[in-house]
């Protein structure tokens, strides 16, 4: 992948948003996420102020960042051309490798050994989604982390793959066959390589296609458990199919979404007989499990 992206050499540009603090990056990332093709938010002027960055593969206009921006706390905007370089490689050299419960994701740069007992693996920045980073990845390997601890699953689906990441958590934490699916071609491609890379090649199926239409993942279920950590109303447009192919005692892991817009995902899945079970909160980020509610035993007269 850095190979790639070296040969290519794409013109990058740079959205940076400041606000005053970090309760404040939640809402700008998803008004950026449209436009970027990478997210982040760091600390700036000592602490005093926060900064959120969205990486975009062509220069958005100024009238369109406004207007996605509005209703947010965001300051003035500035958009700047990336300087030639290999970005990839800059970006692996910066993250640190991160826990989330027993797993330890690191890159391909890390030198050091995983701590004894932990789950590795190994993810490199790209173009495709997940490295761990963000609260909504991280989230869902918390969560899969609570899951193991209640039960083992055989029939996973992770549907929006990005880089393959929860599909990779998914078939060493249970040593199934998982079908992953992203209807990116590029995302497909990275997931089956990261898979390889991370010994679990013969356990995780890459599918493209569009959401449960698409043939491989239409034809695999019921899934006793799906993770699907996209946006918001992608989820909630998938609610009828995640209901059509989730196992009658199937759960859901539904993520990137915000706390608040939480009630509006649930409100699609309960117009399809499912509900919320349990939810994980890591600042403004959400991650919902959702199935069928036990049915209520009747009372005898």
Not at 8 to 25: G, H, N, Q
Not at 203 to 210: E, H, I, Q, S, W
């Amino acid at each position: 992948m850095a190979q790639q992206a070296r040969a290519a050499k794409p013109k990058l540009w740079t959205v940076r948003v400041p606000v005053a603090t970090e309760a404040e990056t939640a809402a700008l990332e998803a008004a950026l996420e449209p436009f970027a093709l990478a997210l982040s938010s760091f600390e700036a002027e000592g602490g005093r102020a926060w900064v959120t960055e969205a990486l975009c593969g062509r220069r958005p206009s100024l009238y369109s960042v406004r207007a996605a921006l509005e209703g947010t706390a965001a300051g003035e905007i500035d958009i700047a051309a990336v300087p030639d370089k290999d970005w990839v490689a800059e970006s692996q050299r910066q993250l640190a490798p991160i826990k989330a419960g027993p797993f330890f994701v690191h890159g391909s740069h890390f030198a050091g050994k995983p701590p004894r007992g932990s789950i590795a693996i190994e993810i490199d920045a790209g173009l495709a989604f997940g490295t761990g980073r963000h609260e909504t990845t991280r989230g869902c390997l918390l969560a899969l982390v609570r899951l193991a601890k209640e039960r083992k699953f055989r029939r996973p689906l992770d549907l929006g793959t990005g880089s393959g990441i929860l599909a990779i958590a998914m078939a060493k934490l249970w040593d199934v066959d998982v079908l992953a699916s992203d209807n990116d071609p590029q995302a497909t491609k990275v997931a089956r390589e990261n898979a390889a890379l991370n010994g679990v090649g013969d356990l995780v199926r890459v599918a493209t296609g569009a959401g449960y239409a698409a043939p491989a993942v239409h034809s695999g279920g019921p899934y006793d458990l799906v993770t699907a950590n996209i946006l918001a109303r992608p989820l909630m447009r998938l609610a009828p199919g995640l209901a059509r192919h989730l196992a009658p005692k199937g759960i859901a892991l539904l993520s990137g979404l915000l706390v608040e817009q939480e009630e509006m995902v649930l409100a699609a899945h309960r117009k399809v007989g499912l509900d919320l079970l349990w939810q994980l909160r890591l600042g403004e980020w959400s991650v919902l499990a959702v199935g069928r509610p036990p049915k209520r035993k009747s009372r005898s007269k």
